[in-house]
């Protein structure tokens, strides 16, 4: 029964983000009704009194705006920058996240932006974003091993971390 201290993790979210609609086939006609769905979906899920590991690539839009879009999140925040999180971790401290990191070990599993096929001393998981899966669960031989967090393949919402592990079998 392993302690975390964050009950959800989240990744690419991609707010103000047009291009990603037809990138990834997200089922929203704007950007704006995307970013209201996952702020929804975001909040129907996460409690005033959760954390959220957010792993990645999360704004494309300016940083006020970030700040009054997290201040509408519930919950406390921790961000892993992703690919395209290039603003300083004292920016995204003041849109909003409490701790800010390129990656987070906890007990033996990995959280990362982009998948790690090749995992620090002592881990044997990987729980990452970046690749904006449909399925958590990646195909071949890393199945047993990484879940992708992505917004895309949690129906756009953050995955509560006790399903995370189920799917690792922890």
Same mark, same amino acid.
């Given at each position: 029964?392993?302690?975390?201290?964050?009950?959800?993790?989240?990744?690419?979210?991609?707010?103000?983000?047009?291009? +990603?609609?037809?990138?990834?086939?997200?089922? #929203?006609?704007?950007?704006?009704? !995307? $970013?209201?769905?996952?702020?929804?979906? &975001?909040?129907?899920?996460?409690?005033?009194?959760?954390?959220?590991?957010?792993?990645?690539?999360?704004?494309?839009?300016?940083?006020?705006?970030?700040?009054?879009? +997290?201040?509408?999140?519930?919950?406390?925040? #921790?961000?892993?920058?992703?690919? !395209? $999180?290039?603003?300083?971790?004292?920016? &995204?401290?003041?849109?909003?996240?409490?701790?800010?990191?390129?990656?987070?070990?906890?007990?033996?599993?990995?959280f990362s932006?982009?998948?790690?096929?090749?995992?620090?001393?002592?881990?044997?998981?990987?729980?990452?974003?970046?690749?904006?899966?449909?399925?958590?669960?990646?195909?071949?031989?890393?199945?047993?091993?990484?879940?992708?967090?992505?917004?895309?393949?949690?129906?756009?919402a953050p995955?509560?971390?006790?399903?995370?592990?189920?799917?690792?079998g922890l």
């Amino acid at each position: 029964n392993m302690k975390f201290p964050f009950q959800f993790v989240t990744s690419d979210p991609h707010y103000g983000h047009f291009n +990603v609609l037809g990138y990834d086939n997200r089922p #929203w006609s704007t950007i704006q009704n !995307h $970013d209201a769905a996952l702020m929804e979906n &975001y909040n129907a899920v996460v409690g005033p009194s959760d954390t959220v590991l957010w792993m990645g690539d999360c704004f494309f839009i300016k940083k006020p705006d970030a700040e009054a879009l +997290v201040a509408l999140l519930n919950g406390k925040k #921790w961000l892993i920058k992703g690919t !395209h $999180d290039r603003w300083t971790s004292t920016s &995204y401290r003041k849109v909003g996240f409490e701790e800010v990191f390129d990656g987070y070990t906890h007990d033996q599993i990995r959280f990362s932006h982009h998948p790690e096929y090749t995992l620090p001393p002592g881990c044997r998981y990987n729980v990452h974003g970046h690749t904006h899966a449909r399925n958590a669960i990646p195909v071949g031989a890393l199945a047993s091993s990484h879940v992708c967090a992505s917004v895309t393949a949690w129906r756009y919402a953050p995955a509560p971390i006790y399903a995370v592990l189920g799917l690792l079998g922890l």
